[in-house]
């Protein structure tokens, strides 16, 4: 009889080359992707080894990190050797025959959200990339983790990464969602009880009814928050709304080839009884709007209850690091975050930048205009999500309520393209990150859903995404 096992050790038993020893294994790489901040990086050290990429038609770059996003950009990026960037990744991508979407292509976009776009990720497969972020893939049943470029650089001259294999988690989230909560409120949720650290070492499957509910971009946004758990990956069970999502594109199997992968991935599952290292559960009913009010994705609470006192925290939380939040970002333990005026708001980034993402939004944007004084944006992740969005009138939406409509990119996740907000301002954010100086030196990010988002650049402070909804 063979021994229980999770889906994510099934599909990293079946890539394993060699085991090293030590809990350390050589794994098969089944896809490669690269952007144009590392990627162009690692090509050229592999030019000047004299080597070569193995698998060309595995491995897909793109550019999204520093370009910039407004309406007829060029390679003349906000940041100063931007232009470096780009022409090192163009150049590395056409020597060595691997598949760029450049800036004018129209599968261009955040890696994170065109591999999906394109089904360049496929349930079973293992796939790395040098973003933290990678594990938002994990999301269509694959092992998808990121990398360094020194562990990019011998992926692409190799197929192959030398890694230690990590712990089993299992959170399942049950129940229903009430309206308007979504999967990034879902994220902090979880996020704020278990700590920053809370899944270190471990790849997590989420599962559950509220799981399986779940569309593929909640999904996407519920695996990409992984990462801010420390997670080395998140995968997600592949369904037949995995199937359905990746049916027809670009890089999915097509014809006979389709029936015989759609027979091995129904078989992607945890068995029955397999066990995990550590389990956790939660409830969908239990989930509100959430807000962050420090410098961390722990540091989050639902958006209508108050900034807590440190003794209200559990013991991960260390004095100097609530000080140290509270005096960045401004705010006083026992206030209510909803009384604090905003200087900007954004949509964007791999977490949420996809067209339900832009939908939701827009839903509490129509017939509303900013508030004065607030510099709103919208960057969709991919020029395709942002040509959906125009057919469908979402640009105008956004446009007339006030908002920049961007081309496609990572934008001002954080300010590595050349582009930030100003020092002490106030910032409601899509995004996943919130570190000191993340969205531009000195700049006070408080991470939320889309629909938090836009219900603050109207109001022009904090507020809560339920009060618009009822509004006239």
């Not at 999770?6 to 020893?21: E, M, Y």
């Not at 004084?373 to 469908?392: F, H, L, N």
């Not at 979402?394 to 446009?399: K, Q």
Request: hydrophobic letters at 45%; proline letters at 5%.
């Amino acid at each position: 009889m063979h021994e229980a096992r999770t889906l994510a050790g099934k599909i990293w038993d079946q890539h394993v080359i060699r085991p090293l020893g030590g809990h350390i294994d050589l794994l098969a790489i089944d896809r490669i992707l690269l952007h144009e901040r590392t990627g162009g990086v690692a090509l050229k050290s592999l030019d000047e080894a004299g080597r070569r990429v193995a698998a060309p038609a595995q491995v897909f770059a793109t550019m999204d990190h520093i370009v910039d996003t407004f309406p007829g950009r060029t390679d003349d990026t906000l940041m100063p050797t931007g232009r470096a960037f780009l022409e090192a990744t163009r150049d590395g991508a056409r020597r060595h025959g691997i598949t760029l979407f450049d800036l004018n292509d129209p599968g261009q976009g955040i890696v994170h959200v065109i591999s999906p776009e394109q089904a360049i990720v496929l349930p079973g497969l293992s796939l790395v990339c040098p973003d933290s972020h990678t594990c938002t893939q994990g999301a269509f049943g694959a092992l998808a983790w990121g990398i360094g470029s020194t562990e990019a650089e011998h992926a692409l001259a190799t197929m192959a990464v030398r890694v230690a294999r990590p712990l089993d988690m299992r959170i399942t989230i049950d129940g229903v969602l009430s309206t308007g909560i979504g999967a990034k409120d879902v994220a902090l949720h979880i996020i704020r009880h278990l700590g920053s650290g809370g899944a270190k070492g471990h790849i997590i499957e989420f599962t559950g009814s509220a799981v399986r509910k779940m569309d593929m971009e909640a999904r996407m946004t519920l695996c990409n928050m992984a990462t801010e758990l420390a997670a080395f990956s998140a995968i997600i069970a592949p369904d037949d709304t995995s199937f359905d999502y990746l049916a027809g594109r670009a890089y999915a199997p097509r014809g006979a080839l389709w029936d015989d992968a759609l027979a091995l991935w129904r078989t992607l599952a945890t068995d029955e009884s397999a066990t995990f290292a550590a389990e956790h559960r939660f409830d969908a009913g239990d989930v509100v709007p959430m807000i962050t009010w420090g410098t961390s994705p722990q540091q989050a609470i639902p958006i209508d209850t108050r900034v807590p006192a440190i003794t209200a925290l559990g013991p991960d939380d260390s004095r100097t690091a609530y000080d140290n939040a509270i005096a960045y970002m401004g705010v006083t333990p026992g206030s209510d975050l909803t009384t604090l005026a905003i200087d900007a708001a954004f949509i964007g980034s791999c977490t949420n930048s996809r067209i339900s993402d832009l939908r939701r939004a827009a839903a509490l944007l129509k017939g509303r205009r900013v508030a004065v004084g607030v510099k709103a944006i919208c960057v969709p992740g991919s020029t395709q999500v942002k040509r959906a969005a125009e057919a469908e009138g979402l640009d105008r939406i956004f446009i007339d309520a006030g908002f920049e409509w961007r081309e496609a990119g990572c934008s001002m996740c954080f300010f590595a393209g050349g582009e930030s907000f100003g020092a002490r301002q106030r910032v409601v954010s899509s995004t996943n990150r919130n570190f000191e100086s993340r969205q531009g030196p000195g700049t006070r990010t408080h991470i939320a859903s889309p629909e938090t988002v836009a219900a603050s650049a109207v109001a022009g402070h904090i507020a809560d995404p339920r009060l618009l909804e009822i509004l006239p």
